[in-house]
């Protein structure tokens, strides 16, 4: 396999600007690692690493110069692909009526970089309710096309990690241009000096020939064992676990469970879970005009099952209790997405963990389920 | 094709039905998305007013009569009184059709029993309609419409009017009569046993609250009405009406598309599950 050296990194990012990619990815900003605009290597989190646990997040300095020696942090690539706050179209009063005006949507030209396996998951599950339904949506599919995707495979789990339960990581396997993984031997392993330097495989041709323009070396066998165990070793330090075993029946025998009312008292139903889900795709939509009346726009925004508005018809909200709608989330997850798009809603990256204020986990969820079903 | 972008349509003529109670007939403007407009009795539109929202409403005119759509709108709030206080003239912006729809041929040669309770119920007057204007096509014509008291009777004059058609029977009860109250009494599924349903060749559809489409189906499975031939309209929030927004999930089901149309059968394990 093709390896390239730290500085190399560098020319990798240039052959991309150079075909017209607007590069995003891992940046350290206000305390977290979040996805956004990065010019050189040197807007990657050099030297940074977080700590995570069930509603607790921080970045920390690591011993060495890593890149990419952390885990997810709070955003995710939806961001991108489904805006958070978007505008749907514009209309005009005109003659008897009005005109609509559809938004103009140009192919950003994305390149993804540092995207780990389960996000590559999550983004393929996205595809299938924007793209693969009746009639595709109107954004994402542009914001998708051309989308060049540097994956990266895990260095180390995070402690709300679940991905090799949900059978999504931490090895990418597929929806990636190039794979890295991110190789550091102190000196005493390697011959002379430290060494720092990434195996890449290559996953389409758009990949390969990006690669191309980038000076780059064949791995040694050794040195494509040592990236072997970079991923084997993280998939040994998954910070959670999550027994999937017919998991669609068992949250569907178990509708009613006292579990559903005790993470109740605990659920503040603040939405942070679906906010930070990589996948969860709800939205709304609002309807504006301007002063004169003349101009109306309408937009589309992420929105979150956990709210009272989400399930309202006239006379009252479906799921008004914290219960119903705890169990709508996970049920969603876990268990109807499987029958909706045929695979689950869920990639075990932990976010949902992590950003709950109240650090409910939905693993522990489900072990309480499965252990205390009648 | 930009799935939320709606067709403008004019209102072409504005009836009263009851109190607050409208139907607005509307006419797509634009004469190429006209004529390639094609519905069934059971789907519904996406109806936008100018700046202020947009809401699902079902369409009420039979399919066979082309270059307009009915909708029986009942003002329950903003959105819903924007559209009864629109003026023939006005635009809506429409999208769709979307949906499910009746089993209007696999119930050629049945009984079509219809059960309906509530404020009205919008969906099943396309069956009505539909069977009315087709009636060598089905057997016997079986309204069943319940509602709390004789106020909450919004259709009164439909209701004697199919009465008047051949072969329909038409079954009104409240809860609380008061003493003009000259039909039934007693919640919708007492009716079924005094009245009769050939449960071998009826083809049953209903809509209204799912408290008494509940009741209902259980009453008729007792009856022997097989599962797959119960066919019930269900209500969700909508937002989008293209399977994106997510509000309108029922279990497993998107109400927007796999619904609003659902075949008992098909949501046996899910129906009547409590803030489901
Ligand atoms: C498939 C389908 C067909 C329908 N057909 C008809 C019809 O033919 N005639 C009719 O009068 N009504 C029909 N409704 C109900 C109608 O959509 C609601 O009455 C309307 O959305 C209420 O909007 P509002 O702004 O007036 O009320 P508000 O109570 O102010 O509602 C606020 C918002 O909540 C949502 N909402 C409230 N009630 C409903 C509801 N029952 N269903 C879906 N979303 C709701 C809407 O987004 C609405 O804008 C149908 C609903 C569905 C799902
Ligand atoms: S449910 Fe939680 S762990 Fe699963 S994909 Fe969403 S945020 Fe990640
Ligand atoms: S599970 Fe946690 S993050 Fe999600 S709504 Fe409840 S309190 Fe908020
Ligand atoms: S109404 Fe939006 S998903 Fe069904």
């Known amino acids: ?374 | 094709m930009n799935p939320w972008i709606p067709y403008p349509a004019e209102v072409i003529e504005k009836r009263r039905e009851a109190l607050r109670v409208h139907t607005l007939r509307l006419r797509i403007r634009d004469e190429a998305i006209r004529r390639a407009y094609r519905f069934r009795p059971g789907q519904f539109n996406m109806i936008y007013v100018f700046g202020t929202g947009e809401v699902p409403i079902s369409i009420v005119s039979d399919p066979d009569e082309s270059g307009f759509l009915d909708h029986t709108i009942r003002v329950v709030g903003k959105m819903t009184a924007a559209l009864v206080g629109l003026k023939e003239g006005d635009t809506v912006g429409l999208r769709g059709p979307y949906g499910s729809w009746w089993p209007l041929e696999e119930a050629r040669g049945m009984d079509v029993v219809i059960v309906t309770g509530g404020l009205g119920c919008a969906p099943v007057v396309s069956v009505i309609n539909y069977v009315a204007h087709r009636r060598d096509r089905y057997g016997r014509l079986k309204i069943f419409h319940g509602v709390k008291t004789p106020k909450d009777l919004l259709y009164r004059a439909r209701f004697r009017a199919w009465q008047k058609h051949p072969d329909t029977e038409v079954y009104l009860t409240v809860d609380h009569p008061d003493r003009e109250w000259k039909y039934k009494v007693g919640v919708v599924t007492n009716l079924f046993r005094q009245v009769r349903i050939d449960a071998r060749k009826s083809a049953v559809m209903m809509c209204g609250p799912e408290g008494m489409m509940k009741s209902a189906v259980r009453d008729l499975r007792a009856q022997g009405v097989p599962a797959d031939r119960i066919y019930l309209s269900l209500e969700r929030n909508m937002k989008c009406a293209i399977g994106f927004c997510g509000h309108c999930q029922y279990g497993p089901r998107f109400i927007c598309k796999d619904g609003p149309v659902l075949r008992f059968d098909q949501i046996q394990e899910w129906f009547g599950k409590d803030e489901l």
């Open chain 1, 1 to 374: 396999m093709p390896i390239l050296d730290r500085n190399s990194l560098d020319l990798l990012f240039d052959a991309l600007k150079r075909r017209g990619f607007n590069l995003v990815g891992p940046t350290l900003h206000d305390g977290a690692i979040v996805y956004d605009a990065l010019a050189s290597t040197a807007d990657l989190p050099v030297g940074w690493t977080d700590e995570q646990e069930g509603g607790r997040y921080r970045v920390k300095k690591r011993a060495d110069e890593a890149l990419f020696g952390y885990a997810v942090g709070p955003r995710s690539w939806k961001k991108f692909l489904f805006q958070p706050v978007q505008r749907l179209w514009q209309a005009r009063r005109e003659g008897e009526g009005f005109r609509i005006i559809p938004e103009e949507e140009k192919p950003p030209k994305w390149a993804f970089i540092g995207v780990r396996s389960c996000e590559l998951h999550a983004i393929a599950i996205q595809d299938k309710v924007f793209i693969s339904g009746p009639a595709p949506d109107s954004s994402y599919p542009t914001q998708r096309k051309d989308l060049f995707i540097i994956a990266v495979n895990c260095g180390q789990a995070g402690g709300t990690c679940f991905c090799v339960s949900m059978n999504t990581g931490p090895k990418a396997t597929a929806g990636y241009d190039l794979v890295l993984t991110e190789v550091l031997e102190p000196a005493r392993l390697a011959i002379g000096a430290d060494r720092h330097y990434f195996v890449v495989e290559v996953g389409t041709d758009r990949g390969a020939e990006v690669l191309r323009d980038v000076p780059h070396t064949e791995a040694t066998e050794q040195e494509n064992a040592a990236a072997e165990r970079v991923v084997e070793k993280t998939a040994s330090q998954m910070g959670r676990t999550l027994d999937t075993t017919d998991i669609k029946n068992l949250l569907y025998r178990n509708f009613e469970h006292p579990r559903w009312d005790e993470v109740a008292t605990r659920c503040l139903t603040c939405a942070n879970c679906t906010m930070v889900c990589p996948t969860c795709f709800c939205s709304t939509v609002e309807d504006v005009t301007d002063l004169t009346g003349e101009h109306a726009e309408r937009w589309r925004k992420w929105d979150s099952c956990f709210t009272m508005d989400f399930s309202y018809i006239h006379g009252g909200t479906v799921r008004s209790s914290v219960k119903s709608r705890y169990r709508q989330w996970m049920t969603h997850k876990l268990a109807t997405w499987i029958d909706q798009f045929g695979t689950s809603g869920c990639v075990g990256c932990g976010r949902c963990i992590t950003w709950c204020p109240v650090g409910i986990d939905i693993t522990e969820e489900v072990r309480a389920i499965r252990e205390t079903e009648k």
